[in-house]
């Protein structure tokens, strides 16, 4: 399995500001993934981050609105931009371990926006 | 489209009660189907199925796939509080991309 952390673990935010989440792994893992759970609904994947190549988004999602870092394979950051009420959100990371489609989470980051 | 549909949205059980959990897909280029439970806000993994047929099972939870009929089950027998918890579904498609899409998830309660 993965052991991945992540912070902050909650926000409170003003609108028009920005918020910068990051995640570790603890191994070197190829990809990451961020994910959206905003309230009542499921999981929702905003990118897919690869290192040493761009971020791939989902249809959605804009890399104006969610810049993603990848610095190095256990390392990445999830940026929520110019927020509005409606990012609110908890923000979830996860990598594989044990194979490619077991992910593994994140504790998450619970995003509260003014 | 891909999509995975869980049912039922919520559940509410008494302690030992058994429940059963069922999960549908329709996803291009199946790989695997796993199942989670969310208790507060990060996902907990519980099964990777890849197999028909073949159970998996820990503890009091077991779960079964049916790529014929492209679904799912989890079952919990003797339910404790404990219990209680978003169980979400996900299915991995679409080779060497990684990507799970997730189902609605269904609420559990388990009442004392």
């Known amino acids: 399995s993965a052991v991945i952390s992540q912070k902050p673990s909650r926000d409170i935010c003003q609108r028009g500001t920005s918020l910068t989440i990051q995640c570790q792994v603890d191994s070197q893992v190829t990809m990451m993934f961020w994910y959206r759970q905003q309230p009542g609904q499921s999981l929702t994947l905003i990118a897919t981050?690869?290192?040493?190549?761009?971020?791939?988004?989902e249809s959605g999602f804009v890399i104006d609105k969610f810049p993603i870092s990848r610095p190095n394979l256990t390392f990445s950051t999830l940026t929520v931009s110019n927020m509005s009420p409606e990012d609110s959100s908890i923000y979830l990371c996860?990598?594989?371990?044990?194979?490619?489609?077991?992910?593994?989470f994140g504790p998450g980051t619970r995003l509260t926006v003014l | 489209e891909d999509k995975v549909v869980q049912s039922p949205l919520s559940l509410v059980v008494h302690e030992g009660d058994t429940v059963t959990l069922n999960c549908s897909y329709e996803?291009?280029?199946?790989?695997?189907l796993l199942w989670y439970k969310q208790e507060k806000k990060a996902p907990t993994f519980l099964f990777m199925l890849t197999s028909s047929g073949i159970e998996k099972k820990s503890g009091r939870l077991s779960s079964i796939l049916d790529k014929k009929e492209l679904f799912s089950i989890l079952n919990i027998t003797a339910t404790q509080t404990g219990d209680s918890a978003i169980y979400l579904c996900a299915v991995g498609g679409s080779s060497n991309t990684g990507k799970l899409i997730f189902g609605q998830g269904t609420t559990l309660q388990v009442k004392p």
């Open positions: 996803v291009t280029n199946f790989r695997s």
């Open positions: 981050a690869n290192q040493g190549s761009e971020a791939t988004y």
């Open positions: 996860s990598a594989p371990g044990g194979g490619t489609d077991t992910q593994y």
